[in-house]
């Protein structure tokens, strides 16, 4: 896929480990925009973005979004100076070092002082790369949060990463990132949330957010093919002209799933 809105960007069509290297370039020149002057937004990377690979799940616990308490932000002001120092009483970002951004550039000059340097007002995002992941969520009918909690528990594993989160109409859903659904499928992951639930509670809806891996690989294909066909070329099976895709054939792809 290319920019989710946390950023992502997946490789592969087949050749997953040639294709995530080209997206993590792709992912590479995105942070690079989004943190420039221009701009001037804080951005943590994650997956094969990150040096260190670090991943989706390690990053988003970096940040206040997914804590079960926040401090609210101040309203955004346009007087607000691009390198201001934020305390740590108006903010939850105290401790949080971007990767990239006005805040990394801060951060080197505050020498462990523990201030923030996450404009509050805007927060940051994330941008990263890896396999292609499937959304799945399994929404229970039951607006019980330790239910939901025990649920996220028993699905988790090295290739589901899960979250509680409640759902519009105030019941609870088990948010997943499977991040190899062949092993990992949306049946298995619906079996360990069933058999997890107490007796007069169920599952509610199931369904895979955005797309499932096989319809991305086909939007892929259907691009790399518009994209040889404009080159005279014959497309295989990792893009045109025996490459991986190239971020411009990914966004071509369009419409692809969000994380």
Request: proline content about 7%; glycine content about 10%.
């Amino acid at each position: 896929r290319g920019a989710t809105k946390e950023g992502g960007a997946e490789g592969g069509v087949e050749g997953d480990e040639l294709n995530v290297a080209a997206a993590a370039q792709a992912a590479a020149a995105l942070a690079s925009t989004l943190s420039s002057p221009d701009l001037g937004l804080d951005v943590l990377l994650y997956g094969a973005a990150h040096s260190h690979g670090r991943t989706l799940a390690a990053t988003r616990r970096l940040t206040p979004y997914f804590k079960k308490s926040q401090t609210p932000a101040p309203a955004a002001s346009a007087a607000l100076a691009p390198d201001a120092f934020f305390s740590a009483a108006c903010d939850p970002w105290a401790g949080v070092v971007p990767d990239m951004g006005p805040g990394a550039a801060a951060a080197s000059s505050l020498k462990g002082e523990g201030r923030s340097v996450v404009n509050p007002a805007i927060g940051l995002c994330c941008v990263g790369a890896g396999p292609l992941v499937v959304n799945y969520n399994v929404r229970l009918s039951s607006s019980d949060r330790s239910l939901a909690l025990a649920a996220t528990r028993a699905v988790r594993e090295p290739l589901v990463e899960a979250l509680a989160l409640v759902n519009e109409n105030g019941h609870y859903e088990v948010a997943c990132n499977l991040l190899d659904a062949s092993v990992a499928t949306p049946a298995r992951v619906l079996e360990r949330v069933t058999e997890s639930l107490p007796l007069g509670v169920s599952v509610e809806a199931h369904y895979v957010v955005g797309l499932t891996v096989e319809e991305i690989r086909e939007k892929l294909r259907v691009a790399m093919r518009g994209s040889a066909a404009q080159g005279g070329q014959e497309p295989d099976s990792n893009g045109p002209g025996g490459e991986a895709p190239s971020e411009a054939v990914i966004e071509r792809a369009g419409g692809l799933p969000k994380s």
